[in-house]
């Protein structure tokens, strides 16, 4: 078990050397492609420091080619500097109806012609059939992909004529598209643009189909649908000093969805004593617009419900009506419910507080809970309590400026969790691998644009090139285990 997960790891590590702006190559993406993706392999070899472990790398290479065939034969035409493929300019893989397309820079047609044949083991036979500017490439007799001087494509479609009018870029291209321009804006070291506008029409209909069979028959699924179908999104991964985010951003995201969001107000973050902070979260919330946007979904779910659930979710629509302004919570170090340690600051209106809460009485002074419920408890700031003389606040509420939703974790408690947690054997590489966390937090705009941020105590370093060191001298000093 210990030698496989090693080897998936350094598998990886080989993916990413390979897979390496409109170009020749990059025609043969549709501007109706259902899903793009980009890996840009210059920016992450760079931000990777990987040249730094030159010789370590080179031992490591050593010890994988004795293991497998296949990985040596893909190994020596790395080595060679002639596999034909130019990996400094970005990989692409592409969603065509049902079928995904990988897309790569051809820099020598010969070279990777040979590359691709050297490939061949004694269960994997690859085969390259010229055909005037195009070449075939089969793998066992079955077509898998196609190449011209300037690019490559596999994919899983067996048919000649749709890779040659692929490769004779015969359809609208996706860069210079309204599509190619919004991943343009926002791509970053890797990038997934999702465009549900290009699903085909039978795809639409299977997907709307599986959704009423897990949703049932509820007023309102037939607008949710037509708002799914508008959507774009794109999404990017980037490597940054002491910092790594994935963010989302949506196009034609519906108005009456976003109207549902405010904006935090960061002075109550503030106000949250960050000795001992764990996690935290914030939300910015008009509930009487949430309401009427879910309104008949929520009366639809309430008629499947029996008579003490419905009235549980009676309870808690009253309290979402009358929500409006930023709630936050807050768990410390050391929980204890007698204190305000753990908040849950409901901004509920005072006037309509006590039809849904019953209060706890002088011995609880911030703790409410939903009439009935016997079970549940929020600890409220309703009462009037305040952090205002707090002397040690939460220092990052500037970083939720502009969101209607934040989160924030503490990685350097949950690290040493995972530390005690970790077998013995390994116990001293997970403390290594994970010294550099310092926290992680979630932001979301009010147009629904989400960004999931990773931290590190040291922001002099780019994250990659933290994680690429640490992976690279761990599988260094395992070798013998191989």
């Not at 774009?232 to 910092?243: S, T, W």
């Not at 009010?446 to 690279?472: I, P, Q, R």
Request: proline residues 2%.
């Amino acid at each position: 078990m210990k030698k496989f997960y090693l080897k998936s790891l350094l598998v990886c590590v080989l993916a990413l050397l390979l897979s390496s702006c409109a170009e020749e190559y990059t025609k043969v993406i549709p501007a109706d492609a259902i899903a793009v993706a980009e890996l840009d392999v210059k920016s992450i070899l760079k931000k990777s420091n990987l040249g730094s472990h030159e010789d370590k790398l080179k031992d490591i290479l050593n010890v994988l080619k004795k293991e497998d065939k296949q990985l040596r034969n893909l190994i020596n035409v790395i080595e060679s500097g002639q596999s034909g493929v130019d990996w400094l300019k970005p990989a692409y893989m592409f969603l065509d109806g049902e079928h995904p397309y990988l897309v790569l820079a051809v820099d020598n047609k010969k070279d990777l012609e040979s590359s691709i044949l050297s490939l061949s083991t004694k269960y994997d036979r690859f085969q390259v059939l010229y055909d005037g500017e195009i070449s075939w490439i089969e793998l066992d007799g079955e077509l898998i992909g196609a190449l011209t001087k300037s690019t490559l494509i596999i994919g899983d479609e067996d048919s000649r004529s749709i890779y040659r009018n692929m490769l004779e870029h015969n359809r609208d291209p996706f860069f210079g598209s309204e599509a190619g321009k919004l991943f343009e804006k926002h791509a970053g070291d890797a990038t997934v643009l999702v465009n549900m506008q290009a699903v085909p029409l039978d795809i639409k209909r299977e997907l709307c189909r599986e959704l009423e069979y897990e949703l049932g028959d509820i007023d309102g699924l037939d607008d949710m649908y037509d708002q799914l179908f508008e959507l774009q999104a794109v999404a990017n991964l980037k490597f940054e000093k002491g910092k790594a985010s994935v963010n989302l951003y949506t196009e034609n995201m519906s108005d009456d969805l976003t109207n549902v969001c405010g904006k935090i107000d960061t002075d109550e973050l503030e106000q949250v004593p960050a000795n001992d902070l764990i996690g935290l979260m914030a939300l910015s919330l008009n509930g009487s617009r949430t309401y009427e946007y879910m309104e008949d979904i929520l009366n639809a779910v309430r008629r499947e419900l029996d008579y003490e659930d419905r009235e549980l979710l009676r309870m808690l629509v009253d309290v979402l009506k009358n929500t409006n302004g930023t709630g936050v919570a807050s768990i410390s170090g050391e929980i204890d419910v007698d204190e305000p340690e753990v908040l849950c600051l409901l901004p509920v209106s005072k006037r309509k507080v006590t039809d849904v809460l019953d209060y706890l009485g002088e011995d609880l002074p911030y703790m409410y809970r939903l009439v009935g419920d016997t079970e549940h408890a929020a600890i409220t700031n309703i009462s009037g309590y305040s952090y205002g003389n707090v002397s040690n606040g939460f220092e990052n509420a500037s970083k939720a400026k502009s969101c209607c939703a934040y989160c924030y974790l503490n990685l350097r408690p949950v690290a040493d969790w995972i530390v005690r947690e970790s077998s013995r054997e390994y116990r001293g590489d997970v403390s290594v691998a994970l010294s550099s966390l310092d926290y992680a937090d979630f932001k979301l705009d009010e147009t629904f644009g989400m960004s999931l941020n990773l931290y590190l105590t040291d922001d002099s370093d780019n994250v990659l090139a933290v994680v690429v060191d640490k992976a690279v001298n761990f599988v260094y000093d395992h070798l013998s285990d191989f």
